[in-house]
Protein backbone atom coordinates (compact mmCIF):
# COMPACT_ATOMS: atom_id res chain seq x y z
CA UNK A 1 0.00 0.00 0.00
CA UNK A 2 1.41 3.56 -1.23
CA UNK A 3 1.14 6.12 1.53
CA UNK A 4 1.71 9.58 1.61
CA UNK A 5 2.09 11.97 4.22
CA UNK A 6 1.62 15.88 4.91
CA UNK A 7 2.61 18.29 7.26
CA UNK A 8 -0.84 20.65 7.57
CA UNK A 9 -0.61 24.08 8.38
CA UNK A 10 -2.14 25.85 9.83
CA UNK A 11 -2.77 22.93 12.03
CA UNK A 12 -6.37 24.32 12.75
CA UNK A 13 -7.12 23.26 9.36
CA UNK A 14 -7.38 19.14 10.69
CA UNK A 15 -10.28 20.56 13.59
CA UNK A 16 -12.79 20.76 10.86
CA UNK A 17 -11.37 18.81 7.99
CA UNK A 18 -13.95 18.01 4.93
CA UNK A 19 -15.17 14.89 4.77
CA UNK A 20 -12.66 12.73 4.41
CA UNK A 21 -13.47 11.49 0.84
CA UNK A 22 -13.13 14.53 -0.23
CA UNK A 23 -9.53 14.46 -0.83
CA UNK A 24 -8.05 11.93 -3.29
CA UNK A 25 -4.58 11.14 -5.33
CA UNK A 26 -4.99 11.24 -9.03
CA UNK A 27 -2.69 10.20 -11.37
CA UNK A 28 -0.87 11.76 -14.49
CA UNK A 29 -3.82 10.58 -16.86
CA UNK A 30 -6.69 12.26 -14.27
CA UNK A 31 -7.54 8.68 -13.15
CA UNK A 32 -8.74 8.83 -9.53
CA UNK A 33 -6.93 6.74 -7.49
CA UNK A 34 -9.41 4.74 -4.71
CA UNK A 35 -8.41 6.93 -1.65
CA UNK A 36 -8.10 6.60 2.06
CA UNK A 37 -7.53 9.67 3.98
CA UNK A 38 -6.62 9.78 7.54
CA UNK A 39 -5.22 12.40 10.84
CA UNK A 40 -2.16 11.39 12.50
CA UNK A 41 -0.93 14.61 14.87
CA UNK A 42 -0.41 17.08 12.48
CA UNK A 43 0.20 15.00 9.58
CA UNK A 44 -2.58 14.24 6.76
CA UNK A 45 -1.86 10.62 5.38
CA UNK A 46 -3.54 9.44 2.03
CA UNK A 47 -3.57 5.78 1.36
CA UNK A 48 -3.90 3.62 -1.52
CA UNK A 49 -2.69 -0.06 -3.19
CA UNK A 50 -0.15 1.87 -5.09
CA UNK A 51 3.33 3.53 -4.76
CA UNK A 52 3.32 5.45 -8.23
CA UNK A 53 3.56 9.92 -8.48
CA UNK A 54 0.22 11.53 -7.64
CA UNK A 55 -1.86 14.46 -7.48
CA UNK A 56 -3.13 15.09 -4.07
CA UNK A 57 -6.86 16.83 -4.77
CA UNK A 58 -8.51 18.67 -2.09
CA UNK A 59 -10.99 21.35 -1.28
CA UNK A 60 -9.14 24.37 0.20
CA UNK A 61 -10.57 27.83 0.92
CA UNK A 62 -8.61 30.86 -1.05
CA UNK A 63 -9.39 34.35 -0.16
CA UNK A 64 -11.33 36.17 -1.94
CA UNK A 65 -12.29 32.56 -4.15
CA UNK A 66 -13.93 30.87 -1.14
CA UNK A 67 -13.64 27.50 -0.87
CA UNK A 68 -11.70 25.74 -4.66
CA UNK A 69 -10.31 22.43 -5.30
CA UNK A 70 -6.38 22.93 -5.09
CA UNK A 71 -3.93 19.97 -6.86
CA UNK A 72 -0.66 19.75 -6.48
CA UNK A 73 2.01 18.43 -8.53
CA UNK A 74 2.95 15.16 -9.19
CA UNK A 75 4.75 13.80 -6.22
CA UNK A 76 6.76 10.64 -5.52
CA UNK A 77 6.22 9.10 -2.57
CA UNK A 78 9.17 9.58 0.18
CA UNK A 79 9.91 9.11 4.13
CA UNK A 80 9.73 12.80 4.46
CA UNK A 81 6.27 14.39 4.32
CA UNK A 82 5.49 17.00 2.43
CA UNK A 83 4.43 20.72 3.73
CA UNK A 84 1.06 20.82 2.29
CA UNK A 85 0.45 24.64 1.54
CA UNK A 86 3.73 24.46 -0.53
CA UNK A 87 3.22 22.15 -2.55
CA UNK A 88 -0.28 23.29 -2.96
CA UNK A 89 0.98 26.61 -4.46
CA UNK A 90 3.54 24.68 -6.50
CA UNK A 91 0.95 22.81 -8.24
CA UNK A 92 -1.32 26.04 -8.88
CA UNK A 93 1.78 28.04 -9.73
CA UNK A 94 2.72 25.04 -12.29
CA UNK A 95 -0.79 24.74 -14.01
CA UNK A 96 -1.06 28.01 -14.43
CA UNK A 97 1.76 28.74 -16.30
CA UNK A 98 1.56 26.01 -18.50
CA UNK A 99 -1.61 26.79 -19.52
CA UNK A 100 -0.32 29.76 -20.37
CA UNK A 101 1.96 28.89 -22.17
CA UNK A 102 -0.29 27.14 -24.54
CA UNK A 103 -2.59 29.47 -24.89
CA UNK A 104 0.11 31.90 -25.61
CA UNK A 105 1.55 29.87 -28.53
CA UNK A 106 -2.58 29.48 -29.56
CA UNK A 107 -2.25 33.30 -30.69
CA UNK A 108 -3.72 34.62 -26.57
CA UNK A 109 -2.12 37.84 -26.14
CA UNK A 110 -1.16 37.85 -22.19
CA UNK A 111 -1.99 40.76 -20.57
CA UNK A 112 -0.48 42.57 -17.82
CA UNK A 113 -2.54 42.43 -14.71
CA UNK A 114 -2.11 38.44 -15.59
CA UNK A 115 2.11 38.48 -15.64
CA UNK A 116 1.57 41.02 -12.52
CA UNK A 117 0.16 38.57 -10.76
CA UNK A 118 1.88 35.35 -11.94
CA UNK A 119 5.67 37.30 -10.84
CA UNK A 120 4.00 38.09 -7.58
CA UNK A 121 3.18 34.27 -7.02
CA UNK A 122 6.42 33.15 -8.31
CA UNK A 123 8.21 35.67 -5.51
CA UNK A 124 6.46 34.72 -2.92
CA UNK A 125 6.64 30.85 -3.73
CA UNK A 126 10.43 31.53 -3.85
CA UNK A 127 10.46 32.54 -0.85
CA UNK A 128 8.59 30.12 1.08
CA UNK A 129 10.49 27.51 -0.72
CA UNK A 130 13.93 29.13 0.47
CA UNK A 131 12.12 29.29 3.71
CA UNK A 132 11.47 25.64 4.65
CA UNK A 133 13.34 25.15 7.75
CA UNK A 134 10.66 27.91 9.14
CA UNK A 135 7.89 25.10 8.55
CA UNK A 136 5.09 28.14 10.06
CA UNK A 137 6.59 30.74 8.11
CA UNK A 138 7.19 28.89 4.67
CA UNK A 139 3.43 27.62 5.05
CA UNK A 140 2.01 31.16 5.37
CA UNK A 141 4.33 32.17 2.36
CA UNK A 142 3.01 29.74 0.02
CA UNK A 143 -0.50 30.34 1.27
CA UNK A 144 -0.01 33.76 0.06
CA UNK A 145 1.74 32.86 -2.50
CA UNK A 146 -1.15 30.46 -3.88
CA UNK A 147 -3.67 33.00 -3.18
CA UNK A 148 -1.62 34.87 -5.70
CA UNK A 149 -1.36 32.33 -8.10
CA UNK A 150 -5.56 31.94 -7.83
CA UNK A 151 -5.77 35.36 -9.08
CA UNK A 152 -3.29 34.94 -11.60
CA UNK A 153 -5.36 32.25 -12.79
CA UNK A 154 -8.34 34.03 -12.58
CA UNK A 155 -7.01 36.59 -14.56
CA UNK A 156 -6.14 34.42 -17.28
CA UNK A 157 -8.98 32.21 -17.30
CA UNK A 158 -11.41 35.74 -18.09
CA UNK A 159 -8.73 36.86 -20.70
CA UNK A 160 -8.84 33.55 -22.64
CA UNK A 161 -12.48 33.40 -22.72
CA UNK A 162 -12.86 37.39 -23.44
CA UNK A 163 -10.71 36.73 -26.68
CA UNK A 164 -12.11 33.55 -27.42
CA UNK A 165 -15.54 34.89 -27.35
CA UNK A 166 -15.15 37.70 -29.20
CA UNK A 167 -13.14 35.49 -31.96
CA UNK A 168 -16.17 33.26 -32.34
CA UNK A 169 -18.34 36.32 -32.17
CA UNK A 170 -17.04 38.10 -35.54
CA UNK A 171 -16.88 34.51 -37.15
CA UNK A 172 -20.62 33.67 -36.05
CA UNK A 173 -23.01 36.45 -35.42
CA UNK A 174 -25.25 34.05 -34.31
CA UNK A 175 -23.26 31.44 -32.15
CA UNK A 176 -23.94 28.17 -33.57
CA UNK A 177 -24.31 26.83 -29.80
CA UNK A 178 -27.86 25.86 -28.40
CA UNK A 179 -28.67 27.75 -25.01
CA UNK A 180 -31.41 25.69 -23.11
CA UNK A 181 -33.02 24.45 -20.14
CA UNK A 182 -34.54 21.10 -18.40
CA UNK A 183 -38.69 22.11 -18.82
CA UNK A 184 -39.05 19.67 -15.46
CA UNK A 185 -42.05 17.28 -15.15
CA UNK A 186 -44.86 19.46 -15.56
CA UNK A 187 -45.88 22.28 -18.51
CA UNK A 188 -44.68 25.64 -17.50
CA UNK A 189 -47.31 27.96 -16.07
CA UNK A 190 -48.47 30.75 -18.64
CA UNK A 191 -46.02 33.38 -16.40
CA UNK A 192 -42.70 31.70 -16.54
CA UNK A 193 -43.29 30.86 -20.61
CA UNK A 194 -41.62 34.68 -21.60
CA UNK A 195 -39.22 34.96 -19.27
CA UNK A 196 -38.07 31.21 -20.67
CA UNK A 197 -38.20 32.86 -23.86
CA UNK A 198 -36.26 35.55 -22.58
CA UNK A 199 -33.21 33.37 -22.04
CA UNK A 200 -33.14 30.00 -24.51
CA UNK A 201 -32.84 29.13 -27.86
CA UNK A 202 -33.73 25.40 -27.34
CA UNK A 203 -35.80 23.28 -24.69
CA UNK A 204 -34.73 19.89 -22.91
CA UNK A 205 -37.98 17.80 -22.61
CA UNK A 206 -37.16 15.33 -19.80
CA UNK A 207 -39.25 12.17 -20.84
CA UNK A 208 -39.07 10.56 -17.87
CA UNK A 209 -39.40 6.90 -17.25
CA UNK A 210 -40.60 7.33 -13.20
CA UNK A 211 -42.70 10.17 -14.59
CA UNK A 212 -44.29 8.06 -17.49
CA UNK A 213 -44.74 4.79 -16.19
CA UNK A 214 -44.53 4.76 -12.24
CA UNK A 215 -47.21 1.84 -12.11
CA UNK A 216 -46.08 -1.08 -14.66
CA UNK A 217 -48.01 -0.58 -18.10
CA UNK A 218 -49.08 2.50 -17.15
CA UNK A 219 -48.43 5.38 -19.72
CA UNK A 220 -48.78 9.10 -18.62
CA UNK A 221 -47.51 10.97 -21.37
CA UNK A 222 -49.49 14.20 -21.22
CA UNK A 223 -47.25 16.89 -19.48
CA UNK A 224 -44.23 15.65 -22.07
CA UNK A 225 -47.06 15.93 -25.30
CA UNK A 226 -47.73 19.39 -24.19
CA UNK A 227 -44.38 20.50 -24.10
CA UNK A 228 -43.19 19.24 -26.85
CA UNK A 229 -46.08 20.85 -28.86
CA UNK A 230 -45.71 23.98 -26.83
CA UNK A 231 -41.53 24.07 -27.58
CA UNK A 232 -41.91 23.33 -31.30
CA UNK A 233 -44.59 25.83 -31.69
CA UNK A 234 -42.42 28.29 -30.16
CA UNK A 235 -39.01 27.24 -32.68
CA UNK A 236 -37.24 26.21 -30.03
CA UNK A 237 -34.77 23.46 -30.72
CA UNK A 238 -36.16 20.58 -29.11
CA UNK A 239 -34.00 17.38 -27.06
CA UNK A 240 -36.11 14.91 -25.73
CA UNK A 241 -34.72 13.08 -22.29
CA UNK A 242 -32.67 11.54 -20.58
CA UNK A 243 -35.23 8.35 -21.36
CA UNK A 244 -33.02 6.64 -18.63
CA UNK A 245 -31.67 8.39 -15.36
CA UNK A 246 -29.26 5.71 -13.41
CA UNK A 247 -29.31 8.15 -10.12
CA UNK A 248 -30.77 6.25 -7.41
CA UNK A 249 -34.18 7.84 -7.77
CA UNK A 250 -33.95 8.10 -11.43
CA UNK A 251 -35.91 4.71 -12.83
CA UNK A 252 -39.41 3.75 -11.94
CA UNK A 253 -39.23 2.00 -8.27
CA UNK A 254 -41.35 -1.24 -9.36
CA UNK A 255 -37.59 -1.61 -11.41
CA UNK A 256 -36.34 -2.61 -8.30
CA UNK A 257 -37.63 -6.11 -8.76
CA UNK A 258 -35.95 -6.90 -12.05
CA UNK A 259 -32.20 -5.41 -11.05
CA UNK A 260 -30.53 -8.91 -10.59
CA UNK A 261 -32.33 -9.96 -13.49
CA UNK A 262 -30.47 -8.71 -15.95
CA UNK A 263 -31.78 -10.22 -19.31
CA UNK A 264 -35.62 -8.83 -18.21
CA UNK A 265 -34.22 -5.84 -17.03
CA UNK A 266 -32.67 -5.14 -20.83
CA UNK A 267 -35.79 -5.91 -22.26
CA UNK A 268 -38.35 -3.41 -20.24
CA UNK A 269 -35.48 -0.48 -20.91
CA UNK A 270 -35.27 -1.27 -24.62
CA UNK A 271 -38.75 -1.59 -24.56
CA UNK A 272 -39.55 2.04 -23.13
CA UNK A 273 -36.65 3.49 -25.35
CA UNK A 274 -38.05 2.20 -28.77
CA UNK A 275 -42.26 3.28 -26.78
CA UNK A 276 -40.54 6.98 -25.86
CA UNK A 277 -38.95 7.56 -29.67
CA UNK A 278 -41.57 6.12 -31.47
CA UNK A 279 -43.98 8.46 -29.87
CA UNK A 280 -42.07 11.37 -31.05
CA UNK A 281 -40.69 10.33 -33.85
CA UNK A 282 -39.95 13.53 -36.16
CA UNK A 283 -40.97 15.96 -33.40
CA UNK A 284 -37.91 15.12 -31.21
CA UNK A 285 -34.95 15.06 -33.43
CA UNK A 286 -32.14 14.53 -30.08
CA UNK A 287 -32.60 12.08 -27.42
CA UNK A 288 -30.66 12.49 -24.67
CA UNK A 289 -30.35 8.27 -23.98
CA UNK A 290 -29.27 8.14 -20.36
CA UNK A 291 -27.90 9.97 -17.82
CA UNK A 292 -25.25 9.29 -14.70
CA UNK A 293 -24.48 6.22 -15.70
CA UNK A 294 -21.00 6.33 -15.23
CA UNK A 295 -21.68 6.85 -11.59
CA UNK A 296 -24.76 4.41 -11.19
CA UNK A 297 -26.71 4.21 -7.91
CA UNK A 298 -29.94 2.68 -9.08
CA UNK A 299 -29.99 -0.91 -9.55
CA UNK A 300 -27.59 -3.71 -8.33
CA UNK A 301 -25.65 -2.95 -11.53
CA UNK A 302 -21.84 -4.09 -12.58
CA UNK A 303 -19.80 -1.26 -14.37
CA UNK A 304 -20.09 -3.73 -17.43
CA UNK A 305 -23.49 -4.04 -17.13
CA UNK A 306 -24.40 -0.32 -17.34
CA UNK A 307 -22.03 0.03 -20.58
CA UNK A 308 -24.09 -2.82 -21.60
CA UNK A 309 -27.34 -1.22 -21.25
CA UNK A 310 -26.77 2.02 -22.58
CA UNK A 311 -25.40 0.46 -25.79
CA UNK A 312 -28.49 -1.52 -25.80
CA UNK A 313 -30.62 1.77 -25.25
CA UNK A 314 -28.99 3.41 -28.06
CA UNK A 315 -28.82 0.64 -30.72
CA UNK A 316 -32.90 0.55 -30.13
CA UNK A 317 -33.10 4.41 -30.71
CA UNK A 318 -31.41 4.28 -33.56
CA UNK A 319 -33.30 1.42 -35.10
CA UNK A 320 -36.65 3.82 -34.44
CA UNK A 321 -35.31 6.76 -35.86
CA UNK A 322 -31.77 6.13 -37.33
CA UNK A 323 -31.53 10.03 -38.33
CA UNK A 324 -31.68 10.95 -34.85
CA UNK A 325 -28.76 12.37 -32.72
CA UNK A 326 -28.06 10.53 -29.96
CA UNK A 327 -26.38 11.98 -26.31
CA UNK A 328 -24.86 10.42 -23.15
CA UNK A 329 -24.56 12.64 -20.02
CA UNK A 330 -21.83 12.38 -17.50
CA UNK A 331 -22.30 13.56 -13.73
CA UNK A 332 -19.52 14.35 -11.53
CA UNK A 333 -16.67 14.26 -14.83
CA UNK A 334 -13.84 15.50 -12.72
CA UNK A 335 -14.16 11.46 -11.16
CA UNK A 336 -14.35 12.11 -7.51
CA UNK A 337 -16.70 9.46 -6.66
CA UNK A 338 -13.87 6.75 -7.67
CA UNK A 339 -11.79 7.89 -4.52
CA UNK A 340 -14.51 5.30 -2.94
CA UNK A 341 -12.93 2.68 -4.50
CA UNK A 342 -16.41 1.67 -6.00
CA UNK A 343 -15.55 1.98 -9.82
CA UNK A 344 -13.15 1.23 -12.11
CA UNK A 345 -13.37 3.68 -14.99
CA UNK A 346 -12.91 6.88 -15.14
CA UNK A 347 -15.54 9.55 -16.15
CA UNK A 348 -13.97 9.42 -19.15
CA UNK A 349 -12.88 6.01 -20.13
CA UNK A 350 -16.98 5.11 -19.31
CA UNK A 351 -17.59 7.49 -22.28
CA UNK A 352 -14.51 6.31 -24.44
CA UNK A 353 -15.75 3.04 -24.19
CA UNK A 354 -18.92 3.54 -26.22
CA UNK A 355 -17.58 5.71 -28.40
CA UNK A 356 -14.87 3.55 -29.65
CA UNK A 357 -18.28 0.24 -30.04
CA UNK A 358 -18.68 2.59 -32.73
CA UNK A 359 -22.29 3.67 -31.10
CA UNK A 360 -23.68 6.39 -32.89
CA UNK A 361 -23.12 9.01 -30.03
CA UNK A 362 -23.62 12.54 -31.48
CA UNK A 363 -22.27 14.07 -28.19
CA UNK A 364 -21.26 14.27 -24.60
CA UNK A 365 -22.95 16.21 -22.08
CA UNK A 366 -21.25 17.49 -19.14
CA UNK A 367 -23.09 18.10 -15.89
CA UNK A 368 -21.34 20.61 -13.57
CA UNK A 369 -23.32 20.92 -10.47
CA UNK A 370 -21.50 22.50 -8.43
CA UNK A 371 -23.30 23.41 -4.45
CA UNK A 372 -24.49 19.67 -3.97
CA UNK A 373 -23.70 16.83 -1.56
CA UNK A 374 -23.75 13.88 -1.99
CA UNK A 375 -23.39 13.34 -5.69
CA UNK A 376 -21.98 17.14 -6.92
CA UNK A 377 -19.05 18.40 -8.50
CA UNK A 378 -16.36 20.05 -5.91
CA UNK A 379 -15.96 23.72 -6.33
CA UNK A 380 -13.17 24.39 -9.16
CA UNK A 381 -11.91 28.04 -10.71
CA UNK A 382 -12.36 28.80 -14.32
CA UNK A 383 -9.20 27.33 -15.40
CA UNK A 384 -10.08 23.86 -14.15
CA UNK A 385 -13.46 24.56 -15.69
CA UNK A 386 -11.52 25.45 -18.91
CA UNK A 387 -9.08 22.14 -18.92
CA UNK A 388 -11.94 19.97 -18.32
CA UNK A 389 -13.91 20.86 -21.04
CA UNK A 390 -10.26 20.83 -23.94
CA UNK A 391 -9.91 16.84 -21.59
CA UNK A 392 -12.96 15.86 -23.22
CA UNK A 393 -12.88 17.79 -26.45
CA UNK A 394 -9.90 15.12 -26.86
CA UNK A 395 -12.54 12.32 -27.45
CA UNK A 396 -13.18 14.01 -30.99
CA UNK A 397 -16.77 14.15 -29.99
CA UNK A 398 -18.97 17.46 -29.29
CA UNK A 399 -20.17 18.33 -26.22
CA UNK A 400 -23.00 19.90 -23.95
CA UNK A 401 -22.81 21.08 -21.02
CA UNK A 402 -25.52 20.85 -18.07
CA UNK A 403 -25.09 23.90 -15.27
CA UNK A 404 -26.45 23.34 -11.94
CA UNK A 405 -25.60 26.24 -8.76
CA UNK A 406 -27.99 26.99 -5.93
CA UNK A 407 -29.33 30.16 -4.70
CA UNK A 408 -30.02 29.47 -1.20
CA UNK A 409 -28.70 27.32 1.47
CA UNK A 410 -32.38 26.73 3.11
CA UNK A 411 -34.40 23.69 2.64
CA UNK A 412 -36.26 23.50 -0.38
CA UNK A 413 -39.73 21.68 -0.47
CA UNK A 414 -39.51 21.21 -3.94
CA UNK A 415 -37.19 19.14 -4.16
CA UNK A 416 -37.60 15.39 -5.55
CA UNK A 417 -34.27 13.81 -4.66
CA UNK A 418 -31.93 13.65 -1.79
CA UNK A 419 -29.68 16.26 -2.63
CA UNK A 420 -28.54 18.49 -0.85
CA UNK A 421 -27.01 22.06 -0.60
CA UNK A 422 -23.38 21.41 -0.14
CA UNK A 423 -22.10 24.00 2.47
CA UNK A 424 -18.28 23.13 2.42
CA UNK A 425 -15.69 22.54 5.38
CA UNK A 426 -16.22 26.47 5.55
CA UNK A 427 -19.62 27.05 5.89
CA UNK A 428 -20.16 28.68 2.39
CA UNK A 429 -23.22 30.76 2.20
CA UNK A 430 -25.09 30.25 -1.23
CA UNK A 431 -26.95 33.36 -1.96
CA UNK A 432 -28.98 34.62 -5.78
CA UNK A 433 -26.01 36.93 -6.03
CA UNK A 434 -23.43 34.28 -5.93
CA UNK A 435 -24.98 32.19 -8.43
CA UNK A 436 -25.53 35.00 -10.64
CA UNK A 437 -21.71 35.65 -10.72
CA UNK A 438 -20.80 31.65 -11.32
CA UNK A 439 -23.60 32.11 -14.44
CA UNK A 440 -21.35 34.82 -15.69
CA UNK A 441 -18.13 33.12 -15.01
CA UNK A 442 -18.81 29.20 -16.20
CA UNK A 443 -21.72 30.53 -19.26
CA UNK A 444 -19.42 32.65 -21.22
CA UNK A 445 -16.17 30.08 -20.98
CA UNK A 446 -18.97 27.34 -22.48
CA UNK A 447 -19.75 29.86 -25.33
CA UNK A 448 -16.28 30.40 -25.89
CA UNK A 449 -15.49 26.83 -26.62
CA UNK A 450 -16.07 25.86 -30.20
CA UNK A 451 -16.23 21.84 -28.99
CA UNK A 452 -19.30 22.74 -26.80
CA UNK A 453 -22.06 22.80 -28.87
CA UNK A 454 -24.79 23.34 -26.49
CA UNK A 455 -25.35 24.55 -22.89
CA UNK A 456 -28.42 23.63 -20.90
CA UNK A 457 -29.66 25.24 -17.13
CA UNK A 458 -30.65 22.45 -14.95
CA UNK A 459 -34.16 24.21 -14.12
CA UNK A 460 -36.01 27.34 -14.75
CA UNK A 461 -38.61 27.96 -11.93
CA UNK A 462 -38.01 26.37 -8.08
CA UNK A 463 -42.01 26.37 -7.56
CA UNK A 464 -41.99 23.41 -9.84
CA UNK A 465 -40.35 19.83 -8.63
CA UNK A 466 -36.95 19.28 -9.75
CA UNK A 467 -33.35 17.88 -8.58
CA UNK A 468 -31.22 20.49 -7.72
CA UNK A 469 -32.57 22.44 -4.58
CA UNK A 470 -32.34 26.01 -5.32
CA UNK A 471 -31.06 26.07 -8.70
CA UNK A 472 -33.82 27.62 -11.06
CA UNK A 473 -33.49 30.80 -12.43
CA UNK A 474 -37.26 31.44 -10.93
CA UNK A 475 -37.55 31.90 -7.16
CA UNK A 476 -40.73 29.58 -5.75
CA UNK A 477 -42.12 33.05 -5.08
CA UNK A 478 -41.74 33.83 -8.43
CA UNK A 479 -39.31 36.47 -8.95
CA UNK A 480 -36.58 36.70 -11.48
CA UNK A 481 -33.13 35.73 -9.58
CA UNK A 482 -29.78 37.37 -11.07
CA UNK A 483 -28.70 34.61 -12.66
CA UNK A 484 -31.87 34.65 -15.08
CA UNK A 485 -30.53 38.21 -16.27
CA UNK A 486 -27.21 37.18 -16.58
CA UNK A 487 -28.56 34.42 -18.71
CA UNK A 488 -30.44 36.41 -21.02
CA UNK A 489 -27.78 39.62 -21.32
CA UNK A 490 -25.67 36.45 -23.01
CA UNK A 491 -28.69 35.30 -24.94
CA UNK A 492 -29.01 38.86 -26.45
CA UNK A 493 -25.27 39.67 -27.11
CA UNK A 494 -24.90 36.76 -28.77
CA UNK A 495 -28.26 35.58 -30.60
CA UNK A 496 -29.24 39.20 -31.34
CA UNK A 497 -31.54 38.29 -33.48
CA UNK A 498 -33.23 34.48 -33.00
Not at 376 to 404: E, F, K, N, Y
Amino acid sequence: MGVMRFLVRPVEMLGDWPEKHRAYMSGMDQFVWPTRVETEGEYLLLKRNSSDSAKLNLPWTIPGFGEQVVTTSSLPEREQPYLLPLELARGKIVQVRNQAAAWQQLGMLLTSDYTEAMRGAFRLFAQAASSQSQVDESARLALEALTAAFRASERLSRDYTTQRLENRHRQYPQLPTALGCHLGSQMLPEASRAPYLEAFNAAAVPVEWRIIEPIEGSYHWDAYDEQVQWATQQGLLVRGGPLLDFSPDGLPSWLWQWENDYWNLESFVCDFVETAVTRYLGRIRAWEIAARANTGGMLALSEEQRLQLVAKAIDTARRVDPEAQFLLRIDQPWGEYQARGQHRLSPLQFADTLVRAGLPISAINLEIAVGYSPRGSLPRDLLDCSRLIDQWSLLGTPLAVTLACPSSDHPDSNIETDLEVDHGPRHTHWTEQLQAEWVNTLLPLCLAKPAVAAVYWCHLEDAQPHRFPHAGLISSEGHRKPAHAAVVHYRRTYWKNS
